[in-house]
């Protein structure tokens, strides 16, 4: 399996301000992702961190809310700005080796207040 | 759409106890299914991983199986233990797309 580590493990921030959330990989990844889990929901997938070239989001996730830079190939970086208490949520970093093995960071746990 | 549902949502056993959580999903085709644990505020970790071909797979007291006739996958939990308590979440891996179930929270009791 691989070593997923994200930064921080949790932070409470007030709203209107911006969080910059880190993601490190133990080893080069062909994919990384972003996903956001609300309180007593699901896996909701923001984007998907491209190397060299600007992320792809999901509809409903836009890049002036989430920037997200992947500048190699084991770093990735997802920022929360301008947060309202909405945004309250764990985000989870996630990487794909190869074709199916993916994995997910520890998750950082947000609250706006 | 591709759906994937979970039953029940939420389930309380008493420790020692066994369990069978539920998946039931639309997703064609797919790749691979996996069945994570989820602990409160923390990322998913992977228990058991199959492809569209299989019909079993076990990781220690955890087996899940695969019935692609009726289209459903269940996790069954031995011989709980008090760490089990989580939520269990089943996804689904079509051309590196997830597509995630609802999870199903378990809390074992004493």
């Known amino acids: 399996s691989a070593v997923i580590s994200q930064k921080p493990s949790r932070d409470i921030c007030q709203r209107g301000t911006s969080l910059t959330i880190q993601c490190q990989v133990d080893s080069q990844v062909t994919m990384m992702f972003w996903y956001r889990q609300q309180p007593g929901q699901s896996l909701t997938l923001i984007a998907t961190a491209n190397q060299g070239s600007e992320a792809t989001y999901e509809s409903g996730f836009v890049i002036d809310k989430f920037p997200i830079s992947r500048p190699n190939l084991t770093f990735s970086t997802l920022t929360v700005s301008n947060m309202s208490p909405e945004d309250s949520s764990i985000y989870l970093c996630?990487?794909?080796?190869?074709?199916?093995?993916?994995?997910f960071g520890p998750g950082t746990r947000l609250l706006v207040l | 759409k591709n759906q994937v549902e979970q039953s029940p949502q939420s389930l309380i056993i008493l420790e020692g106890k066994n369990c069978t959580l539920q998946c039931n999903y639309t997703v064609s085709p797919f790749s691979n299914l996996r069945w994570y644990k989820q602990d409160t505020g923390r990322g998913p970790v992977s228990l058991t991983i199959?492809?569209?071909?299989?019909n079993t797979k076990s990781n220690g007291r955890y087996t899940a199986t695969l019935d692609a006739d009726t289209k459903q996958s269940s996790l069954h939990i031995t011989a709980s233990q008090l760490s089990d308590s989580a939520s269990y979440i089943c996804v689904f891996n079509a051309g590196n797309m997830l597509t995630f179930g609802g999870g199903t929270r378990l809390m074992v009791k004493p």
């Open positions: 996630s990487a794909l080796w190869g074709e199916s093995a993916q994995y």
């Open positions: 199959m492809t569209f071909s299989e």
